[in-house]
Each structure stands twice: as C-alpha cells, then as structure tokens.
C-alpha cells in the first residue's frame, strides 16, 4: 500500500539499477527498458546478489540447480543437494515440479530436511536419503501459513479459515467469512506493523487469528471497465473521521477442536496490534490503541480462556504513540522480554519482565534503533541495526543486555544487513546461535558486498562482492549533503544526481523529486545514495535531479517526524523551499527552470508545491496524489492529522482544493483509475475545482491499475512523466 513507508522503501531500492543501448561515441547509455523495476531488461541488469538462509549455523546458499553449504572461514562453496534430484521425486507436470532452490529454507537445524514450495505443493525434503519425507497440496489462495512443528497449514478458501494438519485433514474454523467478515488477513489498513492475520503458536498446536467486521464501512465504488458493461467491484474505506471496522482475535485450539476469542469486550474504535505466543504457548501479548492513537497498552490474555490476565505496560503521549513491532523474549529467560518504545524520543529497547515491571533500557542515545535482528545466548546479546553511526545509514551493533554495552561489528560505512524476512526485517541475517551474521550491504561507491561475521571473533570474510553493472557506460554524478531546515536546526539531507557529462559553466534545468511523509527516508549511504533508476535516465537527458528528505519523514526520531503534527504539508514545504533556496544559490542551476514530481505522499507535496510556490515551480507531475486528507483512510490520517471534526483548521490547510485557482505552470495528474489506496475521487475533485477557477491541469489514468503501475505499466508510466518534462520545461530554457 501506497503512504506505508517499508513497501514504498522496497520500491525504491529494487529501482536503483540501470543500463543499456549504445552510442556512437562507444559509450553505452540507459533505457527505461534497463532502468525500470518493469522493463525487459531490468532483471538481467539488477546489481548481482547472492540468496541465503540459516541451517542452524550453517550457511545455505540457494541457487536455481542447486543449495550449496558455504564455509564460513574460507568462503568455498560444496553442493547440498540438487534441483534435479528433487524433480525426479515429483510429478513431471510443470506445476508440481520445482522452478529453483533460492527461496527454500531450512527449518530444523537439527534434521537434513528443508522446506520447498512449488506451484500446487509444499513439501520436506531429506537431502540427506535423497526422499521427501512430507509432501502436501496447497490450497488455491494466496492466504496461508505454514508451521514447521506441527506441519498444519491455516489458509483462507471462499472467505473461511481452515486449517490442514500435516496428514491432510482438513477443519473449516468459520462459516460466516463474507466481504464483510474478513479473517486470517491483515487488518487496520496494515498500520501498526501489521502485515498478516494468522498466527501460530511456538508448537504449532494452537492458531491466533484476526477477524475484521467491516460491513459497518462506507464502500468506495470501485469499476470494473474491462466487462463489456463496466461493473462494480466496491472497496470498503474508512474515510477519517467516519465509521472504522471492528476487530476481534480468535484462537483456535488443534488439541480441543475448540476456538474462543479474546475476552476485549466492545472492539469500536480500538486498535488491536502486535501479536505475540509467550514461549510456553499459554498466553498471547498483543498491544492495543484508542482510535485517537494517544495512549497504547501491552496485554496479556490467556489463550485457554480468552480471559484478560492484566496490563503489563501502557504509554500516552498529547500527539501520538506508535508501536509497530511485538514484543521479544529473551531466548536464555523465558520470564524477560523487550518492548521497543519511542517514549524518549528515539526508539530504542526496553527490558521487562512478564509482571510488567521495567528491568532497565537497554539502549539510549539521539538514533534510531531499527531493526532487533537476533540474540546470542551465550554471550547474553543482542543484534540490532541502528542509525548511531549516521543518520543515513544502517548499521550492526551486539548490544549486552545487562550492560547496554554496543560493540560495531561491521565497516561503520553504508546500509548493512540487507537481508529481509517477515515484515522487511533483518533476522534473516543472524544465524541459530548468533555466532555468526551474514552481511549483505551496500555504500555509495559499493553495489553490494556480502559479509560473513564471526560474531565471537569480531573477524570479517568477503564472501562476495558484485561487479559495478554501469562499468562501461555513461554515469552521471551522485553526491549527498545536508543544508539546515526551515527551523534553522536541524540537519536534513539530500541526494543530488549531476547531468550526465555536467558542466558547472551551464545552467541546467532542475526536477525536485520529494516524497516527505512519514515512514519514507529517500536518502539513504546506500550505493549511489538510494537513486532511483528515472532519476538517471533524466540525468543523461541533461536534468539534475534534486532529494531532500525534510521534517516529518522517517528515521530521525519523535520531534523530526511530529514536526508535521495535525499539518500535514506545511512544514515539509518550508523545508523543500529551503532546499530550494540551496539550489538556486548553485551557479549552474536555472532558477527559471525548476520542476517538482512526487508519488502518494510525494504527489501531495507536489502538487501542495506548484499551487502554493507557482513562480518558482514551472513543471510538476503528481502521482496518486492525496488532495484533501479528509477522504484518506482513519489510522494513517488520524495518526498525523487528528479527525476533520476536531482539526478543522488543519484539514482546511491541508485541503487541495483550495489551492487550485493558484496553479499557473502545468501540472499532470496520474492515477491508477482503481487505486484502493489514495481513491480516485481526490484527483477527480482537484479537476473539478481546476475547472471552477479556469486552471489547466493535465490528467492521465491507468485502468484496471492500483496505486502503484505494476508490470510493464510502469515503464510507460515514467516515458510519460519523462515526455512532460521534455515538453515543458527543457523547452523553457534560459539564455546561457
């Protein structure tokens, strides 16, 4: 979904490689084709990686004909076991047969067993007798969650949950699942962290799962053009400040055939988030909200009963509180475990014990905690990825929890741990023991490095390090910097893209790319500072491209991103403006010449930009623009802007619509004609108030397309946002 920083963060590091056709001077340029995540060429020009998992403490690398064991000292790689060994076990049907190895896993450090998924099957094969030793269909659907303990899998069919055992039997939970009874998937808009509804126990035994009434919800009317009479196919959307969904959480029982919910009482408007087994499997933590996002509590609840057993902790704030991990218990004590709080101002790691009480906090300091990758029981530590060395880069620490003692176990350079599980986080990267981590990064000269850490040693191995794919072509030149926000205060930082072959004696045309809401930071040391693929191909048609990551984005701590509280796009304009001040100081940017595009939040800024600042931007493309925060969706929009009821003069700021009679240079608007995310009616409306002041936007759908292009769509999507700044504001070139 579009406004959720970690999904927008992905899109914007899978887009950073580039390439392709060649000039008549021997140097090669880029294509779209190269650059876009949706180009034909793009995979086969995507900085190389390597795929890996943990058995244990042995480190897997998956391939497409084989997993190889790698050694950890050396680097040498000996075969595991072969794609083709486990085919001739299958069915030659194509659709049972397995495609590759790069994404199995190894669920039992102590069994010669992993887990494959092909596309009819999941099964267990034992590299080891060269047999599968478990093996079952999949259900048709795209809901469903496997437990390695007990081998069951809990899946949606027809609106039901169900769950299989590891013999195939099958127990229907639900009859009531509807469009408007909604279980076992993600709820609350996937705010909070959420991003699923099922929830095994530790042993499998016992499922936690989400049920979400929302017939209660305005329906959005979506279209279906592609029928040969369009027809509807509605969305419900909780619009703030209006009616929100109801949600409750069952637990079915393997042992009892028996499912009870949580004893909550009346769920309206309360937020129920961050589920979590105790390590006995008896009770089941989660965190609650009010509506108004202001106070959160971490609960227990007996899962034989559904009883509450009390409230362990509970934090409020006068703006906003956000907790978006669970809790973690500490491997070596079942009785402690560690909350992650933002109630200093900087998230960071708190330790309690299971009465509740505060043992200590673990960490401190003005940086951001990001990640709790792992443990090492021995050593009593834990692995997190933190912002300490700089606050554009992610880094690995062993944190001691008596202590708080942080020892640096990588370069103190760049983005470290690239490597994601669940919910984009790290602890794919620790191995069993935590003696050992693989280290997948980048800096801004290095594509990629893969590390192997010995945790116990503090020594190092390069394992791999990828070719540079744009030796040989004509790049153009990346730089970051930081100039001070419209407070005079802070630190922002920007990324800066020269025009391919710049010379500082000419003044070139400037595309301010923003984004600037919350849970996004677009400037990151990764390599060439987190560019995006377009940015490049702009810059070799002569463009320097422009980033600042103002006030209100992510990763910078309480008072950075809440600076924007309840005023959406006002702060994080006087910011922009302030890096716009920076560039015109630049002899060899044309200060008649400046252009603004943006997606979601970025197409909100840009066009909040062009309307508010119209003789200083000439050019603007908005994608999926938000226009008036009042048709945006309850826990996003509440969360920074309080409800339109009782932040009437901030919505009114806010509000697009009143700036329409400002626009004077020319502006595109671009929507995914069934965007479920920002709905269609936001930019429908900014026309129709262009249209009642006698402004000319321009306008373009995508049909059938959601939030973001998907496919191929995508390269036609940036041709045109790429064609408007050709026409429009290249053409305005000044006298040089």
């Not at 999904?7 to 021997?26: D, H, R, V, Y």
């Not at 609840?301 to 218990?329: C, M, Q, R, W």
């Not at 990588?410 to 741990?417: E, F, Q, R, T």
């Not at 509440?638 to 700021?653: A, C, I, L, S």
């Amino acid at each position: 979904m579009m406004l959720k920083g970690k999904i927008f963060k992905s899109l914007l590091i899978a887009a950073l490689t580039c390439f392709s056709w060649q000039t008549s001077m021997g140097q090669k340029t880029f294509t779209l084709e190269d650059l876009n995540y949706g180009g034909t060429n793009f995979y086969n020009m995507r900085v190389q990686t390597r795929y890996t998992n943990w058995w244990g403490d042995e480190l897997i690398k998956g391939d497409v004909e084989a997993c190889y064991v790698v050694n950890k000292q050396t680097g040498k790689e000996q075969v595991l076991f072969e794609l083709k060994d486990v085919n001739a076990l299958l069915d030659s049907d194509k659709s049972h047969q397995v495609n590759h190895l790069m994404s199995c896993t190894f669920p039992y450090s102590n069994k010669t067993l992993a887990y494959i998924v092909t596309g009819k099957q999941h099964l267990l094969y034992d590299w080891a007798k060269k047999k599968i030793e478990w093996i079952q269909n999949k259900e048709t659907t795209d809901v469903q969650s496997w437990n390695a303990q007990s081998l069951s899998t809990a899946y949606i069919l027809n609106n039901n949950l169900f769950v299989s055992d590891k013999k195939g039997n099958k127990t229907q939970l639900t009859t009531d699942g509807s469009s408007d009874i909604v279980y076992g998937k993600a709820v609350h808009r996937d705010e909070f962290g959420i991003y699923k509804g099922l929830f095994w126990s530790n042993d499998g035994e016992q499922l936690a799962f989400y049920r979400m009434d929302q017939s209660m919800v305005e329906t959005y009317p979506q279209v279906n053009v592609f029928t040969p009479i369009a027809t509807l196919e509605p969305d419900k959307y909780p619009m703030a400040g209006r009616t929100s969904h109801k949600v409750t959480i069952g637990i079915y029982n393997a042992s009892t055939g028996k499912t009870i919910y949580l004893a909550v009482g009346d769920p309206t408007n309360r937020y129920f988030t961050n589920i979590q087994w105790s390590p006995d499997n008896k009770i089941l933590y989660l965190i609650e909200l009010n509506r108004k996002q202001t106070k959160m509590q971490l609960d227990a609840y007996d899962a034989a009963t559904g009883k509450k057993i009390k409230t362990l902790y509970t934090e409020e704030s006068n703006k906003y509180v956000h907790p978006v991990t669970p809790i973690t218990f500490l491997p070596w004590n079942k009785n402690q475990f560690i909350l992650q709080s933002e109630k200093d101002g900087y998230n960071h790691l708190y330790l309690f014990n299971t009465n509740g009480e505060l043992q200590r906090q673990i960490t401190s300091g003005k940086w951001v905690v990001l990640d709790l990758m792992g443990f090492n029981s021995s050593k009593k530590c834990a692995y997190i990825l933190s912002t300490e060395c700089n606050p554009i880069q992610n880094n690995i620490f062993a944190v001691d929890i008596a202590s708080g003692k942080r020892t640096l176990l990588d370069n103190g350079k760049g983005c470290h741990a690239n490597t994601y599980g669940e919910n984009n986080k790290h602890r794919l990267a620790v191995s069993e023991s935590g003696k050992w981590i693989i280290d997948n990064y980048s800096e801004p000269q290095v594509p990629r490095n893969i590390n192997i850490i010995n945790t116990e040693n503090k020594k190092t191995l390069t394992w791999f390090t990828a070719p540079n794919p744009w030796k040989g072509y004509t790049v153009p030149e990346f730089t970051s910097g930081s100039i001070k926000a419209a407070d005079n205060q802070t630190d922002l930082y920007y990324r800066m893209v020269k025009p391919t072959n710049f010379d500082p004696n000419k003044k070139y045309p400037t595309i301010i790319y923003v984004y600037g809401g919350p849970g996004v930071r677009n400037v990151e040391a990764r390599w060439n500072y987190s560019s995006r693929g377009w940015e490049t191909y702009m810059a070799q048609k002569g463009y320097l491209l422009f980033i600042l990551d103002n006030r209100g984005s992510s990763d910078r701590g309480l008072e950075f991103e809440q600076a924007t509280f309840h005023k959406l796009g006002v702060e994080e304009m006087k910011d922009q403006m302030k890096g716009v001040e920076f560039l015109t100081s630049l002899p060899y940017v044309d200060k008649n010449r400046i252009g603004v595009h943006g997606w979601s939040f970025g197409g909100f800024m840009t066009t909040n930009l062009i309307t508010t600042y119209p003789e200083v931007f000439k050019v603007g493309v908005a994608g999926g623009p938000v226009i008036n925060w009042e048709w945006y969706e309850v826990m996003y929009g509440e969360r920074y802007m309080g409800t339109p009821q009782d932040n009437k003069e901030g919505y009114n700021n806010s509000n697009l619509l009143n700036k329409a009679k400002n626009l004077k240079g020319k502006l595109q608007i671009i929507i995914g004609m069934n965007d479920p995310v920002v709905v269609p009616q936001h930019a429908e409306n900014f026309l129709k108030s262009c249209i009642d002041a006698g402004t000319q936007p321009d306008f373009f759908i995508y049909p059938g397309e959601g939030h973001n292009m998907r496919g191929h769509s995508s390269v036609h999507l940036h041709e045109r946002i790429t064609q408007y700044f050709e026409d429009y504001l290249k053409p305005l070139k000044a006298k040089e």
